[in-house]
């Protein structure tokens, strides 16, 4: 028997809490609402519950704060109608009694119930308010115990007068003026509300005479007004009002119109007390959240003001209010102020930036001017003077007054980038006292200044000083501290400093520089000046300790000091774009940046718009200059520069492969510094320049065009700051090289090579291997044919450089890749050989001298490259003129589209001539070219951005034209008057072949708008001076002088060049220049044939004879030797062991008679067998001389 039977046939209930159906066919996909039961449809049910019963509550509390929020609004209501029926019974009962008690009592029922919004209030405030202007109740208004119900009063009235604007109530206002007037404690109130009413009726509508005249009377009364109640001091409720005007009304636009002019206003307020006012706004926190382009009319108005007053006040706080506007509005100015107007059309010859572009919005007339205004010699020159003054009285304020000048004069340079050079040999030129009396040139003055402050001491000393103290200065510049507060004061005088010694080292020449002119206070005219502010030697190794500490911080500690240079309108978007600061801000992508960025811009030395990246560029600028000068005309101790304590050297390549590699990783490591576009528009010809910028018009380019631009340089910002965080070696090799040995940048430049083979390679650098890859790699014959065959070509010997350019130019950066060439003699006949590398090597080197040393075969044959005295080459300056002179010589005018053709082919010959520069130091192949020293400055500042041009200085121009430099050196040192000369500012060019008789064609061109009527003076000629080295090195050769770089770019990174000077870069094209080492020499050379070394290990008597005869001959025959075999008489950098292919030598033959041959495209010597040394000597010296080749073998 079971024991689970119970004798019912009734089935329990079965309860199931696991939320699953235990019918499967229920739990199907197509029953989905019965899926949805069980106890997730019972918490899903009460969920819902929950949230109806919270509506509920809600709606219920809602209804309940409208019901009473009415009910409170309707009891107001009727309350205020009750007084208002009150008040009217009361007033019209009350008329003609004692007034002594019952206005008091009309006024606090008025106020009770004046609603400033309905018109029949504001009739019974003016009724009232007109008893007080007949001179009623002048005890009133007068009493004390009244004060706060005159508040109220004023601030109804003020309310009053707002509502009814446009129109005009006269009686409301002079009410408000009586009240404000008898009780001057309450304008620190209601100030901000009444600059804002009277700014509503300035801009609301046309003003009559009458009305403008009170508005004027209205808005300089509450700055006469005393105050009246005890204890409140005067300067607290006059810094509330001026505070109040300035942020409120004399930010108005066009306030000089709408009020027929400013006189009236300056004459009766206080320069310094608005001074003091906008000091304190601009000190607070919140004065960074104002409109810029209010900020911009308030600066502006107050550089009106403050010219029209007749009386100057003390300077020192005004000076200190117009630095901190300029130096707030400075991002908002940049790209959008021009002091000079610059619009002449043949002053539109230079550079152009891909990301330059116009402002959208120009500055109003009227700020343009008020800014220009402040550019003259005599207030920049007593601008120092000042700062002499304050420095010299040693106090706190005093250099605090001296700082605050020291700000002003950058934030001028900053902002007026056209006329910088103009500001600079001003404050160049101006003498200063020292503490002891004597009378010191500026720039003299300055550099005791700042070689006395803690900053450059230690950095100077310590080159990890400079990380702790820039650290310091990041996190700790929104707090106002004392040594934040001094350090910034060092910092500002550092920076002008820097600002003048730039000027200073343009036109300094090596020998004045050299020696460090000790009686600078005897010098006279501003050139005389500028020759006596040259620093002693010692200064200068001191300066350039603190600069190379200073810099190599910035570089090496990037990704510690990462985000102060992201966010910078001048160092970066401004500068390049000249886009102001109320463009970005319209930009969705632009804003939700600056979320991300604003925290970490900072800025410098308590500058605002002055930011790290200003720093970092001025200080590698400055050293730049002098270790060029350095690399010149070596004046600084041996290994001066090198900071290798500072790394692992014996690491030191591999550590640099590993952050390129990561680099690699991150993004397109090879290309992230500087891109080149293929885009023939890259060739037209340049639309404007300026002296510090680049602009094109704004009609030429879309404001899309203007976006895109911009979020890509954004893009190429964020980029940098990571390349920079990975590659903190890399980014001191790219800016600051000269830190690290020669030799040690060489390897790092091959390993560099290497890798990008490997990469472009798919993994094999040999030729022969490429070429097999490839065409395995192909999906079929045809394709593999069309691969290599872009790679190979036929070259005639009479036309060189034109097949190379037909076939090799469409390949690009493909050039890379290992090309194929068949040499065709001048018969048709095909040359035998197969090209191992030597028939590439041999014609890399024909396409350079043939290209380099004769004129083109196109069009009106010019000449790419020219040679100076010294036989150095550089880019011919008048072939694309003389192109022009040809087109127009034969029919083709500017409009025809074979004259934009024939100008790109021009320029594309000499892009493929860059990249024929660079195939051959990408092979590693030398080269016997000789280059001006100016043009491979231009290679190694490729990667530098915008700010190399600045960089052209006299010394240059002696690479160019020895008798135009001597010329100016001596313009520059004329103790007489200059206008003798009459010069003007005009440059002359010469076009060969320009006229239709083959005579030169002379053009003259204007060194700056109206330059034909400005005279050259003794004030202005270093200007000049400036201006022509200028045109000659930079803006005249400019484009073909970018052509070439984009074509050298195109294969070598630029990056890769700017681990070099021009030194190094001329070594590092052509070879060694010291003497040949034979040994070296001796030790890398193969041997073949009957000359192959056997297993003795023994020479072949012919062999051994020829190296004594090698060791006997002077360095100069060794090299003729060297290039008779490898085409270049120079050594390679890393030693012959790194020559491709090695030296050789075979035997040729038994005849003594017969001359030594050689085949260069392989380096190989092919020596007969000799039986005397003499015979040897005599044959190799004839062969070498004469030249013999293939066909005296």
Known sequence: MFQTFSGSSRRPRQVNLSGQNPNPFAASTWNSSAAASGAQKTVAHAQQERE?????????????????????????????????????????????????????????????FCNPERDDDVAQLTELGRQFVHNKNTRLISQAEYGPYLFKLARLTLSALIHTLPSYNRVLFKLLSKILVQNGNILSHIAIAYYDFLSSAVVG???????????????????????????????????????AMASRFLTIPDLESRLGGLQVLASKMSGNHLAAAIVR??????????????????????????????????ESELLRALSLQLSACSVDLIGRIDGRKLTSNNFQRGEREESGVQSVKNLPIFISNQLSSLLDKESITGLLRKFNIDYAKGSTAGQEDASFLASYALTLLRIFPDRADEIRMWLCSSSMTT??????????????????????????????????????????????????????????????????????LKFIDDEDFLGGSTDSNQASGTASKIRGSALSLEAVEKLTLFLKNISFTTYYNAAELSGDDNSVIEGGLGTYFGINNEFAKDEKYASDESQTTSNSSWPFAGISGMTFYYLRTIVIGVMRMIYERDSRRRFLPKDHWLMTARFDMKGFILDVIKEQERRQEVGDGEGAEVEFEEDA?????????????????SHLLSQMRQQDLLRKHQQKINKRKIMAAVGPRIEVLQNMPFVIPFETRVEIFRQFVIMDQLKRRSGVIDPDSWRMRMANMAQNRHAARETLGRHHASIRRESVFEDAFEAFFPLSEGLKEPIQITFVDSFGAIEAGIDGGGVTKEFLTSVTNEAFRSPLDYGSNPSLFVTNDQNLLYPNPTAIEQ??????????????????????QLRNRMHFLGRIVGKCLYEGILIDINFAGFFLLKWSAANSGPEAASRTNLNDLRDLDEGLYQGLLKLKNYPGNVEDFSLDFTITDTIPNGMPDG???????????????????????????????????????????????????????????????????????????????????????????????????????????????????????????????????????????????????????????????ASTCVNLLKLPRYQSKEKLREKLLYAVNAGAGFDLS
């Open 205 to 243: 509508g046309s003003l009559s005479d009458e009305w403008r005249a009170e508005l004027v009377s209205a808005v300089f009364f509450p700055l006469q007004v005393s105050p009246s109640a005890p204890g409140q001091s005067f300067s607290k409720i006059s810094l509330d009002v001026y505070s």
């Open 52 to 112: 109806q019963r919270q509506r509920e509550r809600e709606r219920l509390n809602a209804s309940k704060k409208i019901q009473r929020v009415w009910r409170g609004h309707r009891s107001r209501t009727k309350l205020a109608d009750a007084r208002r029926e009150q008040y009217k019974a009361t007033y019209s009962s009350c008329e003609g009694e004692n007034d002594d008690l019952v206005p008091l009592e009309q006024l606090k029922l008025l106020m009770a």
């Open 681 to 697: 528009d890259e060739y037209e010809p340049v639309q404007s320049l300026m002296l510090g910028r680049t602009t094109r018009p």
């Open 435 to 504: 503490s002891n009396g004597n009378e010191v040139l500026a720039l003299k003055f300055l550099w005791q200044a700042m070689s006395s402050t803690s900053t450059f001491k230690a950095i100077m000393a310590d080159s990890r000083a400079a990380l702790e103290i820039l650290q310091y200065q990041k996190q700790h510049s929104n707090e106002p501290s004392q040594e934040v507060i001094s350090r910034d004061r060092e910092w500002r005088t550092i920076l002008l400093f820097l600002e003048l010694y730039t000027f200073v």
């Open 883 to 904: 192109d022009h002179e040809f087109l127009r010589s034969i029919g083709i005018n500017e409009t025809s589209p074979d004259w934009r053709t024939h100008s790109v």
């Open 281 to 314: 706004d601009y000190s607070s926190i919140s004065s960074s959240q104002s409109n810029p382009e209010a900020k911009l009319w308030l600066l502006a108005h107050f550089i009106a003001i403050y010219r029209m007053q007749e009386h100057r006040e003390e």
């Open 999 to 1157: 005579r030169p064609k002379v053009i003259t061109r204007d060194l700056m708008p109206n330059g034909s009527n400005i005279p050259v003076t003794n004030e202005n000629r270093l200007l000049y001076i400036a201006y022509v080295v200028r045109h000659r090195l930079h803006i005249q050769p400019y484009e073909l002088t970018q052509a070439f770089l984009r074509g050298l770019g195109q294969i070598i990174n630029p990056s890769w060049l700017s681990m070099f000077n021009q030194v190094e870069l001329q070594t590092l094209i052509s070879g060694e220049t010291s003497d040949i080492n034979i040994n070296d020499l001796r030790e890398n050379t193969q041997y073949g044939g009957v000359y192959q070394i056997g297993d003795d290990g023994r020479e072949h008597p012919t062999i051994m004879m020829f190296w004594q005869v090698m060791e006997e001959l002077k360095d100069e025959d060794r090299r003729k030797v060297l290039k008779y075999v490898t085409s270049t008489p120079r050594a390679p950098l890393l030693g012959f062991g790194s020559l491709n292919p090695l030296f050789s030598i075979r035997d040729s033959s038994s005849d003594e008679d017969r001359l030594p041959s």
